[in-house]
């Protein structure tokens, strides 16, 4: 059957991703994807696809605002610059997207499908009746801007799609997935995120089955200045509040409207576990990434959360905001993306992956070990606090190639040779 995986509460924001961010996003993106297909498959990606707290901490981990509508965006465009040129090796097929491109959908599915044989006419009529059945099926006071729908090779999908409140400054996601779907209008979602806003009309919800046959029987039976009068006659008041509906209650992740990321948006012993399984893991597994002076240790903190991303659990993402603590956040929170650390990072998981695809593993397991350590460590380990971690963070940004939307991090007045880190004169190296 269908999982309902929960909702959550996006501020809308504005904005492009800048495009020395978007190429390593877009980078980091088809890495992440491959070392989950290498390890669990590409069924298993459209799961982690279709559950609404792992895509933001996907999100989160690549730079992007860690609790922005706009992961949404620049996640399915990354993924659709990165995976497009790597379908025939993958199998999968990223179709659609913002705007203009939602409605490309269908045409994408027909060219994908005559490429490699699956059933598209069936997938592109489904991509459309998606759309219409979160968009008028579902009345929220969403309206749908984005749509995106990922497609493998053998016809299993995911859908994901976004729609935006203006008035309320405010967006939800909706993810829909293949596996075990049985229909389109009872209960169909395996997940909607968006802000609790109270009662709304949901005729995807199986419980509403007995309602839409009374709607097609009124259709069918009764004309419609009839329906229009009845209906006139049955408005309340104005003054009488609407009586709320019976909806169902899921699990609800709030990501607030603060653009900062405090104490209380993270697990602190979480971070805790994998700040210190990078320091324990990390000369042993990672001896030649630690051999590049003033990044290494620091890389393997953000190997620590891209391999908690590919491995961990549905429970561990919670908190997606510590996942910035990877590569921080385009707009400087909770500090300026580190590029030099990033650059690593690809470079690491490319190598990996490059390795795993002829045999050799070593490089992949170790991310698996040092994950499965960070979750040994968090149970025992005290400290940094989360406050000492975000200063050493900003305190020690420029020297990591920090660049945010406000440009490259100054150096700190009075700097010393450590801040610096010597690599200093590696700034701009990395895409723009």
């Keep these: 059957m269908t999982r309902r995986a929960g909702s959550a509460d996006l501020p809308l924001h504005g904005g492009r991703v800048p495009a020395w961010l978007g190429q390593r996003m877009t980078q980091l993106g088809v890495i992440i994807t491959e070392a989950i297909v290498h390890h669990y498959g590409r069924d298993e990606f459209l799961r982690r696809l279709s559950h609404p707290f792992w895509f933001q901490s996907f999100g989160a981990v690549m730079g992007m605002d860690w609790h922005s509508s706009g992961v949404t965006t620049s996640v399915v465009g990354a993924l659709k610059r990165g995976l497009t040129p790597r379908a025939g090796e993958l199998g999968?097929?990223?179709?659609?997207?913002?705007?203009?491109?939602?409605?490309?959908?269908?045409?994408?599915?027909?060219?994908a499908g005559a490429r490699v044989g699956f059933d598209a006419t069936a997938l592109a009529a489904a991509s459309r009746l998606i759309a219409k059945v979160d968009s008028a099926a579902v009345q929220d006071g969403f309206d749908l801007y984005l749509h995106s729908f990922i497609v493998t090779d053998d016809g299993r999908w995911a859908v994901v799609q976004q729609g935006m409140n203006g008035d309320l400054r405010q967006a939800r996601r909706y993810h829909w997935l293949s596996e075990g779907l049985t229909s389109f209008v009872d209960d169909p979602h395996a997940a909607i995120d968006g802000e609790t806003g109270g009662a709304i009309v949901n005729l995807a919800d199986r419980r509403a089955a007995a309602s839409r046959d009374a709607q097609l029987d009124l259709l069918r039976t009764t004309s419609p200045d009839r329906i229009a009068a009845d209906a006139m006659a049955l408005e309340p008041p104005r003054e009488a509040p609407a009586k709320p509906s019976d909806q169902m209650t899921l699990p609800h992740l709030v990501l607030p409207a603060h653009h900062e990321v405090r104490a209380g948006d993270v697990i602190a012993r979480r971070l805790q576990g994998a700040i210190a399984a990078a320091a324990e893991r990390g000369p042993e597994d990672f001896a030649d990434v630690l051999a590049t002076p003033g990044v290494g240790a620091r890389t393997v903190r953000a190997l620590a959360l891209v391999a908690e991303v590919v491995h961990g659990a549905p429970c561990r993402f919670s908190d997606p905001a510590r996942f910035s603590f990877a590569h921080g956040g385009k707009d400087r929170h909770p500090f300026p993306v580190p590029t030099l650390v990033y650059d690593e990072t690809i470079r690491v998981l490319k190598t990996a992956v490059s390795?795993?695809?002829?045999?050799?593993?070593?490089?992949?397991?170790?991310?698996?070990?040092?994950?499965?350590?960070?979750?040994?460590?968090?149970?025992?380990?005290?400290?940094?606090?989360?406050?000492?971690?975000?200063?050493?963070?900003?305190?020690?940004?420029?020297?990591?190639?920090?660049?945010?939307?406000?440009?490259?991090?100054?150096?700190?007045?009075?700097?010393?040779?450590?801040?610096?880190?010597?690599?200093?004169?590696?700034?701009?190296?990395?895409?723009?």
């Excluded at 179709?95 to 490309?104: A, E």
């Excluded at 920090?402 to 700190?412: A, K, V």
């Excluded at 007045?413 to 004169?425: C, I, V």
């Design 355 to 432: 390795n795993a695809k002829l045999g050799r593993d070593d490089r992949l397991e170790a991310l698996a070990r040092l994950d499965r350590e960070s979750r040994r460590l968090e149970t025992v380990v005290d400290g940094p606090s989360f406050d000492a971690a975000l200063q050493d963070e900003r305190d020690m940004s420029h020297s990591y190639g920090g660049r945010s939307t406000f440009g490259w991090e100054p150096q700190p007045a009075g700097g010393s040779s450590a801040s610096s880190g010597g690599m200093s004169n590696r700034r701009g190296a990395g895409p723009e």
């Design 92 to 111: 999968i097929h990223v179709c659609g997207g913002r705007g203009k491109q939602s409605r490309q959908t269908p045409d994408e599915l027909i060219a």
